[in-house]
């Protein structure tokens, strides 16, 4: 079996909410598709662009602003350092002027509204979520190309068959599945070690560890400041962000300038059940908020499920005094490879596995990566990412509205409880992989996936997406 090398710079992926597969994806797609243009000298030569969506991109395509994704890969804003606040002025400039600077240098006549199309009835074989550009070059020459959004901003050109800006390297230890991994580790090596030298394929150890935590500062500051705003989401469904006001009754009104002062306070409230289960969900909650609106997040592995692993981090490193930069490194380059494991195993796109394959596989991602940092076995490890996946099996993806916001927010504080409850359970038990082991729960998962109808993968076609009232579902 050929193993397929990815990087933890692929699970954890800073960019913009409030979806990977339909934001962060296509926004990459249409990025690499004027590098192409570009590269072949033809993008001078552009006279007219058109977009079509197709399948899950189409029908949730407006709430997760798949169309704004596009337009601002055209233009080649960067969503990983763009400033989230232009975003929008940027949008309204494009559709009043009806002008897109193609690259950020070829003015080309474009209107969203006629230009963008969203092709409800059409699907493409390969994947739900796919694109395609269709451009005339001066000449009357036509040039299209189809890419595919296969979640956690993955992107796949059609007929590539390899995921694009992908470099191909020979790893210290090729891992495929779950038992792939323990045969490294009875090597000596913890997880986070294995995973840590494979990074050497594509780039210094100082470089990853940098890499890692600008991961954790994004993690880190989008919490704080979903915690810290309020208000309502946009989309129309008039969600009211619940983490402001539960930060704020926790800490009994006071107000703390300063991340490092926040999380002291929080540590001096205590550790009752209650009172840290309240700080989970409000982490959580405080992610998946700024995600819905339009903030910066870290996919892990996707934006709907952007929150797990940050409230995970932050129980640890509050309540059980993780917070030192090797134990943060350690903990992200665990739950990465759990959650590249799931993605050559099943699939981390909510269109091809429903919920399972987002929140499932995070929460996954997370109690292997708490387990082993709270002392536990890499076996224990893995036997907590299996735990956490066992009980997210068969999750559906029915957005409102197709918003990432109901139920996706709420779901997110669930999937971080999950992931410590596997994590003790894992950590008070003796794993025996002869009943269940983390492969067995993967190839569940994947033909879980397969057996789910269409409608219940991230359509809005079912589930709560149909049983809420009109006025809703019209926003």
């Known amino acids: 079996m050929a193993h397929e090398a990815i990087s933890i710079f692929d699970m954890f992926k800073i960019g913009v909410g409030p979806s990977s597969s339909h934001t962060l994806g296509p926004w990459r797609a249409a990025e690499q598709f004027v590098k192409t243009l570009a590269a072949q000298g033809q993008l001078s030569k552009v006279i007219s662009l058109e977009v079509l969506l197709y399948g899950s991109l189409a029908k949730t395509g407006k709430g997760h602003g798949t169309d704004i994704a596009v337009l601002m890969g055209l233009c080649n804003e960067d969503p990983e350092t763009i400033d989230v606040n232009s975003i929008t002025p940027k949008v309204n400039t494009i559709n009043h002027q009806k002008v897109l600077l193609l690259g950020g240098t070829q003015t080309v006549s474009f209107d969203p509204a006629v230009n963008i199309q969203f092709l409800f009835s059409e699907s493409l074989p390969f994947h739900p979520n796919a694109l395609t550009f269709l451009v005339t070059l001066e000449g009357d020459v036509n040039i299209s190309e189809t890419y595919y959004s296969v979640g956690g901003g993955f992107v796949v050109q059609e007929y590539a068959q390899k995921i694009t800006d992908k470099k191909a390297v020979e790893l210290p230890f090729p891992i495929n599945t779950g038992n792939d991994l323990l045969h490294w580790c009875m090597k000596g090596l913890t997880i986070h070690e294995v995973v840590l030298e494979n990074e050497a394929a594509w780039r210094s150890e100082s470089e990853t560890k940098a890499g890692i935590w600008r991961i954790w ?3 880190r500051d989008c919490t704080y400041r979903g915690c ?3 208000g ?17 009754k926790l800490l009994k009104g006071k107000t703390y300038s300063n991340f490092d002062e926040w999380i002291a306070a929080i ?29 910066r997040v870290v996919t892990a592995p996707t934006n709907g499920a952007s929150g797990v692993i940050p409230a995970v981090i932050m129980y640890y490193i509050i309540f059980a005094d993780g917070y030192t930069p090797l134990q943060i490194e350690n903990f992200l380059l665990t739950a990465s490879e759990i959650g590249s494991i799931f993605k050559k195993g099943a699939t981390i796109s909510a269109a091809m596995g429903g919920c399972q394959a987002e929140i499932g596989v995070s929460s996954a991602m997370a109690a292997a990566a708490l387990t082993e940092s709270l002392g536990g076995t890499q076996k224990q490890a893995i036997m907590a990412s299996e735990i956490a996946m066992e009980h997210h099996l068969g999750l559906t993806c029915d957005p409102i509205g197709g918003l990432v916001q109901v139920p996706c927010i709420e779901r997110n504080t669930m999937g ?16 025996d992989f002869g009943i269940v082991s983390l492969d067995k729960v993967i190839k569940t998962m994947w033909e879980t996936a397969l057996d789910m109808n269409s409608k219940y993968k991230e359509t809005s076609d079912g589930g709560l997406a149909t049983n809420i009232p009109i006025s809703l579902a019209d926003c």
């Open 416 to 431: 971080a409880i999950k992931a410590i409850t596997a994590c003790q359970l894992a950590l008070q038990s003796t794993p």
């Open 232 to 248: 309502y989401l946009p989309g129309g469904l008039n969600v009211k962000r619940r983490a402001y006001d539960l930060n704020k």
């Open 228 to 230: 810290h705003t309020s």
């Open 217 to 219: 500062e994004t993690m």
């Open 267 to 295: 540590r001096e409230g205590g550790n009752s059940f209650k009172y840290i289960l309240d700080w989970v969900s409000c982490f959580a909650l405080a992610v998946n908020e700024e995600n819905a609106s339009f903030g």
